[in-house]
C-alpha cells in the first residue's frame, strides 16, 4: 500500500534527486541524519544511502528521510569484480535484511579489516607511527582510506613526515594516497565481490544494479558495458560530478543502446572545509529525474 509520500513522489514528472549518497557508515563524514539534513535543504525529494560494502546506515537514514518528507530509496555501493576488471556497482530496492547478504557483506569487511592491518603494519616499517589496533577498533563496517589517513594524521610525528616526504604543509587526502597507499611496493586493495555471485544473490532478493560513475575510472566502455548487460546489470550513472559533459554524453547513449536504466547521483561524502568557495556539489551539480531515462523504475 504507497504511503502519501509515494503518492507525492509519482505525481512528480520532474523533481531533483540523489541515488549515490555516503554517510560515516563507510567514507563519509556526515552521520545518516545529517545527510539527509543537507540534501533536504538542497530540494531533493528522493535520495539513496549508498554506503560502501555495508547497510548499516539505512534505519537512520529512512527514519530522517519520513520526518524530512523524502522518498528514501534502500542502497548500497559495492566493489565488484568481472574477471581481471574491477569496478563499482549501485544496488537499489533490495531485500536488506536477508541473511546471506548479510554474510557476504560481513565477509567482505572481515577481509578489508585483515588487509588494513597488513598495510598499517608496513607504514609502520616506513617510520610512522601507528597504534593498529587501536584504530581497527573504531571500524565495524567498512574501513575507508580517507578516514585511515585522518586516524593516522592525528599523531604530530606522522603529519611532519608525511609533509616533509611530499613537500608539502597542507597536503590533501588524494596525495596522501598517491604516496602511501598507492605506492607500488605497498598498495591497499578495497575487497572485492564477484559480480557473477551479487547477481545469484539479486536473483534471490531483488533490486537494480548500477553501473556507477564509469567514468571516473576510464571504464566507460562499450564492451565492458555489453559484457555488464549480458550477465543481467540493469543500469548506467549517467549524471555524475565525476564525468565530463562529453562522457555524460557518451554514457546517455550508451545506456540507450543497451536499454540501461539512466540514473544520477552526487557522490557525495564531506563539505571541503578551509575556507573555499566550492564546499560540496551542491553548489555546480543538480540531478533532475526528468533527464534520466528509465529511472522511475527504482524511484518508483
Same mark, same amino acid.
Given at each position: 500500500m504507497p504511503n502519501d509520500l509515494d503518492n507525492?513522489?509519482?505525481?512528480?514528472?520532474?523533481?531533483?534527486?540523489?541515488?549515490?549518497?555516503h554517510s560515516n557508515y563507510s567514507d563519509g563524514y556526515l552521520t545518516p541524519t545529517e545527510l539527509v539534513k543537507f540534501v533536504a535543504g538542497q530540494g531533493i525529494k528522493v535520495a539513496a544511502?549508498?554506503?560502501?560494502?555495508?547497510?548499516?546506515?539505512?534505519?537512520?537514514?529512512?527514519?530522517?528521510?519520513k520526518k524530512l518528507k523524502i522518498k528514501p530509496i534502500t542502497g548500497l555501493e559495492l566493489y565488484a569484480k568481472l574477471g581481471n576488471q574491477r569496478l563499482n556497482l549501485l544496488w537499489f530496492n533490495f531485500e536488506e535484511k536477508n541473511p546471506e547478504l548479510h554474510k557476504i557483506l560481513r565477509n567482505s569487511?572481515?577481509?578489508?579489516? +585483515? &588487509?588494513? =592491518? %597488513?598495510? /598499517?603494519? *608496513?607504514?609502520? #616499517?616506513?617510520g610512522l607511527k601507528?597504534?593498529?589496533?587501536k584504530i581497527l577498533d573504531?571500524?565495524?563496517?567498512?574501513?575507508?582510506?580517507?578516514?585511515?589517513?585522518?586516524d593516522i594524521l592525528l599523531e604530530p610525528l606522522n603529519r611532519q613526515k608525511i609533509n616533509k616526504q611530499l613537500g608539502l604543509d597542507n597536503p590533501r587526502d588524494s596525495e596522501i594516497m598517491g604516496e602511501f597507499f598507492r605506492d607500488k611496493n605497498n598498495i591497499l586493495r578495497e575487497s572485492y565481490i564477484e559480480v557473477k555471485r551479487i547477481l545469484a544473490l539479486r536473483k534471490k532478493i531483488g533490486g537494480q544494479l548500477?553501473?556507477?560513475?564509469?567514468?571516473?575510472? +576510464? &571504464?566507460? =566502455? %562499450?564492451? /565492458?558495458? *555489453?559484457?555488464? #548487460?549480458?550477465?543481467g546489470v540493469d543500469g548506467l550513472e549517467v549524471l555524475s560530478p565525476h564525468h565530463s559533459v562529453g562522457a555524460v554524453m557518451y554514457a546517455q547513449a550508451m545506456a540507450k543502446e543497451m536499454d540501461f536504466i539512466s540514473t544520477g547521483g552526487s557522490d557525495f561524502h564531506c563539505h571541503e572545509g578551509n575556507n573555499y568557495r566550492l564546499q560540496d556539489y551542491s553548489q555546480y551539480?543538480?540531478?533532475d529525474s526528468k533527464y534520466l531515462k528509465g529511472v522511475e523504475k527504482i524511484i518508483g
Open positions: 507525492f513522489v509519482c505525481l512528480q514528472k520532474n523533481m531533483l534527486i540523489d541515488l549515490q549518497l544511502l549508498t554506503d560502501h560494502n555495508t547497510v548499516g546506515g539505512l534505519d537512520e537514514f529512512r527514519e530522517a528521510c569487511q572481515i577481509r578489508r579489516k +585483515n &588487509q588494513v =592491518r %597488513r598495510f /598499517l603494519k *608496513k607504514l609502520e #616499517k616506513r601507528i597504534e593498529t589496533d573504531k571500524y565495524t563496517h567498512y574501513i575507508p582510506v580517507n578516514h585511515l589517513i585522518d548500477v553501473f556507477n560513475h564509469p567514468a571516473k575510472h +576510464n &571504464q566507460l =566502455r %562499450r564492451d /565492458l558495458m *555489453k559484457k555488464l #548487460k549480458d550477465l551539480f543538480r540531478v
